[in-house]
């Protein structure tokens, strides 16, 4: 019987868009531009000139942190709703293709293949984050999928190719979304609703800015289809948690220091997950 879960291959150039081909060491688009396979598996398609710092994305530490996070199960019921919302309720025929821009150290995707394979539906997947920590880390845990470092702003995936792409608490690049979804393809954002994390907020800031609603209209080609608001609650019961979940948000550059030191002196801490889930289709 096929592997269910297999790595993306639709993979393009990120130099002039082409279409990327080869099964060994290296990959290599018509024009001679050439790319090797980094020891663990992974891609490295981000040009030299597309980057805006030597080291971009999350650093190994911040990756460290995510990964020790993640594993504890803290955002298990956010996995599951997002694979909820991604696999269709009986299986498709087809094998679905599908890439999450901004895939950090691949958490999301490996909970997705595991309710994709519990429900015998075959998935293509690509993860794509700018850190090549993160991806190293992704492709370390899983050489079923594709991993690649690249940029939401030039997508290293050729046009049409994908039927679902996931944005997990990133930066969403519409006009490369539309690009690379197939048409009746959709979008899955995941961004904090207005409650995230509010008990860790109130530790590390003064004060608490006023959260910015929802785009009530969403740019051509999306057309909203369902949204969801999901809520819990989760008790970090060591500093080791607290320090973690505070390492793999942007709150650890935004807090000041007596704001850091507030949270590194907690020995546990109750929060509130307050995320919404929105589904985009492209419409022809």
Request: charged letters at 20%.
């Amino acid at each position: 019987m096929p592997a269910l879960i297999t790595p993306f291959e639709a993979l393009a150039c990120p130099l002039d868009g082409a279409p990327l081909h080869g099964n060994g060491p290296t990959r290599q688009c018509p024009a001679g531009h050439s790319f090797d396979v980094a020891a663990h598996g992974y891609l490295n398609l981000l040009p030299v000139q597309r980057k805006r710092s030597r080291d971009p994305g999350d650093s190994k530490e911040m990756v460290a942190a995510r990964r020790r996070f993640l594993d504890s199960g803290c955002y298990q019921p956010i996995a599951a709703a997002v694979s909820q919302a991604v696999l269709p309720a009986q299986a498709h025929s087809g094998t679905l293709a599908c890439l999450d821009a901004g895939c950090g150290e691949g958490y999301y995707l490996r909970e997705l293949a595991t309710a994709a394979q519990a429900r015998g539906q075959a998935l293509s997947v690509l993860g794509v984050d700018i850190s090549k920590w993160a991806v190293q880390a992704a492709a370390r845990r899983s050489r079923q999928m594709a991993w690649v470092v690249g940029s939401n702003a030039g997508l290293p995936v050729l046009d049409a190719s994908v039927d679902r792409v996931l944005c997990m608490f990133g930066f969403p690049v519409f006009t490369e979304f539309a690009r690379v979804l197939k048409a009746g393809g959709e979008l899955l954002l995941v961004d904090a609703g207005p409650d995230h994390l509010r008990e860790l907020r109130e530790i590390i800031y003064p004060s608490l800015k006023p959260e910015r609603p929802a785009p009530a209209n969403w740019p051509a080609p999306f057309h909203a289809t369902t949204a969801q608001q999901l809520r819990f609650a989760v008790t970090l019961e060591n500093p080791q948690q607290i320090a973690d979940l505070l390492a793999m948000t942007p709150h650890l550059y935004r807090a000041t220091a007596a704001g850091r030191a507030r949270a590194a002196a907690l020995q546990h801490l109750q929060l509130t997950v307050d995320v919404r889930l929105q589904v985009l289709r492209h419409l022809a």
